[in-house]
């Protein structure tokens, strides 16, 4: 590859070209530096514009973005961090996607999805860490098959409804032309657009009645992407809830990694795609079209299949036999997929399996009990802390974790002064030395902590 001029060397050659034609002067002179340096821009220009089209050089996330969204792979924008608040509420309420209830200067929670609370009732409230609540109806006249909205930082927390009617969306381009289920695709800056086929407008159309589908109707209710919030210090009087609750009951902060009524808590989120996360696959996507895909891919196609329903899942071959698959899943809830169902979602895919038979079981749940006695200036803070390490050990496939090491990052907590005593036992009593699992199993971990004040 040639070496790019500077523009020192740009300036010398036209100083010649003058001095060979006999120009010279102020005004040569300032000519030469003016053009000297617009050659030189645009050279840099055409380089950068070159770099920044080829995936193996581009330096931008943007560029990633666009080339990506060029080969119609979805770019994933990220899953914000959630929490959820539990209280004896006194009053009926509804709170709706979107209620600001607490306002931490750095960041905001929003109400993830319409609640009802009634009185005397213990209630779950799931919430949303973000900065903003979007929710409009887009403008773009003239569109014929995609509605966009190109706020920027939209996470992937998002719903997507037309005439104030939720519509399921999916990410794979694929889906899209053979099911006619709208497209998400994410566009320059973590903006999002939504793609529909001339058949699926034509059958919205029918649907939406007299007016019929227009895609000025298509709307989008989300939340900018924020991440690494730490809720530790966040408290009940932070809160404003805008509805009477009673106050000596138990006013509850879950900021654990874990199941509620209302879903999955997950207080870290899901990071959005890097730069060189999104080259490595939308490559993967265009190479994989059409051919037979890895069984890591058919695990992505199940967890985005079922994304509302399971945690993580794996797979094994059960006695060796490559025709048959068995998929161990971990819920999100309580409601555990059926054979039935399991089977219509493989028929949809059917490209991508090749198996006599595909075979869903819930992975086995391994209760483990964490006893500890802990000395402590600060019991609200250390208990947090110390839920939260415990917390990232749940819900998790193939890990290996001594007690040992999960003891070293407690004690690095600023309010543990000393652990006293602890012990970690099955649910038989049996002590153990490791957090484990395999590829069929997980754990849930019942922490049992006392504390001594200093």
Known sequence: MSKIKTREEIRDELKKIAKDSNLQGTAVDFLISITSTAYYNALLNTITINKESNSDTLANINSAITLAAERMYSVFRGYNPKISIRAQFT????????????????????????????????????????????????????????????????????????????????????????????????????????????????????????NGFSIQNVGISGF???????????????????????????????????????????????????????????????????????????????????????????????????????YYYIPKVDSLLSQEEFQTFINSKISYFIFDSVVPKVANKKFITFNALIRTDNRENADKEIRLILSKLENKFNQNKRVTEVIAEILKITNVLELKEFSVTDSEGKELNSFTTDNKSYIIINPVLNYEFY
Do not use: W
């Open 224 to 326: 900018k992407y924020v991440e690494d919030i730490d809720f530790t210090n966040l408290k009940e009087s932070d809160f404003n809830l805008k509805v009477n609750y009673d106050s000596s009951s138990s006013f509850y902060i879950n900021i654990s990694d874990s199941l509620s009524p209302e879903g999955y808590i997950e207080s870290q989120g899901l990071l959005r795609e890097s730069r060189d996360q999104i080259i490595a696959n939308f490559k993967t996507q265009i190479n994989s079209i059409g051919v037979i895909r890895s069984n890591t891919d058919l695990l992505d196609i199940v967890k985005e299949g079922f994304k509302n329903r399971i945690l993580d899942c794996s797979y094994e071959y059960p006695n060796g036999n490559a025709t048959s698959i068995i």
């Open 91 to 210: 009053e009926y309420h509804i709170f709706r996607r979107g209620d600001e209830v607490c306002d931490m200067g750095d960041y905001k929670l929003f109400v993830l999805k319409d609640t009802i609370v009634s009185p005397n009732d213990y209630t779950e409230v799931p919430l949303i860490a973000s900065t903003e609540y979007i929710t409009y109806e887009n403008n773009n006249i003239g569109l014929k098959y995609f509605s966009e909205f190109i706020t920027e930082d939209i996470s992937s927390d998002t719903i997507f409804y037309i005439n104030d009617r939720e519509i399921d969306t999916t990410v794979d381009f694929r889906t899209h032309l053979i099911e006619g289920i709208p497209f998400e695709l994410t566009i320059s800056d973590f903006g999002v657009r939504i793609y529909f086929t001339p058949e699926t407008t034509t059958k919205l159309g029918r649907s939406y009645g007299e």
